[in-house]
T-cell receptor
């Protein structure tokens, strides 16, 4: 079963605009991670946020986590054509679950038009 | 993709044949994983291994087998028992951050398997 579900499924924006993707999950977690996948390639780890953190930044990326709503958002600011990719959230098993077995959502396909 | 190699990039097989996908990592990571990705879908876990000579079934292990004889290698065999083997297969590894805690996963470039 899929723990994380990204929303929207697809997002198309112009270069320079901000892109926001959301992830909802069902059970408790220790950490939530975001990954990027360029077409036909492997996934690349972007950022990890722990369950006791509310916000985290990395370059043009900003991730928020609301454990009461079981949701996370990924904001990419000042988007570039090179940001075109699929973005996945991944959650671990939470307390009592496996900390190394991740469950991935179906992803958001982001298209940044030049 | 650095540090994890998967070969070949594209693989074609006839139905009824077993096929083995290679995954090698030089990152000295303890944990390794195999995922399957179908078009427009997320990743589904096939098998994972936390240490050498030990592995566990993931969510969709039926029709697949693995071995972990060396830390750096985790080959996946797609057997003829797998009903729909055509898919994109991704291998990943993860470092032990201490006390058996693993966080981020590092992925290989993937192998696209087509069975006709």
């Amino acid at each position: 079963s899929q723990q994380g579900e990204e929303d929207p499924q697809a997002l198309s924006i112009q270069e320079g605009e901000n892109a926001t993707m959301n992830c909802s999950y069902k059970t408790s977690i220790n950490n939530l991670q975001w990954y990027r996948q360029n077409s036909g390639r492997g996934l690349v780890h972007l950022i990890l946020i722990r369950s006791n953190e509310r916000e985290k930044h990395s370059g043009r990326l900003r991730v928020t986590l609301d454990t009461s709503k079981k949701s996370s958002s990924l904001l990419i600011t000042a988007s570039r054509a090179a940001d075109t990719a699929s973005y996945f959230c991944a959650t671990d098993g939470g307390s009592g679950g496996s900390n190394y077995k991740l469950t991935f959502g179906k992803g958001t396909l982001l298209t940044v038009n030049p | 993709d650095g540090g994890i190699t998967q070969s070949p990039k594209y693989l074609f097989r006839k139905e009824g044949q077993n096929v083995t996908l290679s995954c090698e990592q030089n990152l000295n990571h303890d944990a390794m994983y195999w995922y399957r990705q179908d078009p427009g879908q997320g990743l589904r876990l096939i098998y994972y291994s936390q240490i050498v000579n030990d592995f566990q079934k993931g969510d969709i292990a039926e029709g697949y087998s693995v071995s972990r004889e060396k830390k750096e290698s985790f080959p996946l065999t797609v057997t003829s028992a797998q009903k729909n083997p055509t898919a994109f297969y991704l291998c990943a590894s993860s470092p032990d951050r201490g006390y058996g805690v693993f966080y981020e996963q590092y992925f290989g470039p993937g192998t696209r398997l087509t069975v006709t």
